[in-house]
């Protein structure tokens, strides 16, 4: 059975987060579409917010869950 593919926004929000919690820049979004572009970069923040709170690792495995 073939997997569905989740919509563009989800995918985004995602990418977005875990390059936050990477401690990547902005700049590095690689999407230029706005809308999208827009998810990605909420994602970024929500990732580095979890980074500066100390989300990474195994402490926040709990938070991935909620992302996707």
Same mark, same amino acid.
């Given at each position: 059975?073939?997997? +569905? ?7 985004? !929000?995602?990418?977005?987060?875990? #390059?936050? /919690? ?5 700049? +590095?979004?690689? !999407? *230029?579409?706005? %809308? *999208?572009?827009?998810?990605? /970069? ?6 580095? *917010? ?5 989300? %990474? ?7 991935? #869950?909620?992302?996707?």
């Amino acid at each position: 059975m073939r997997r +569905q593919k989740r919509d563009k926004s989800n995918r985004a !929000y995602s990418r977005g987060h875990s #390059a936050g /919690l990477q401690g990547k820049s902005k700049e +590095q979004c690689p !999407y *230029t579409d706005v %809308t *999208t572009r827009q998810f990605w /970069l909420n994602g970024w923040r929500d990732g580095r *917010t979890d980074q500066w709170q100390g989300f %990474t690792g195994v402490s926040g495995i709990h938070k991935i #869950a909620n992302i996707g």
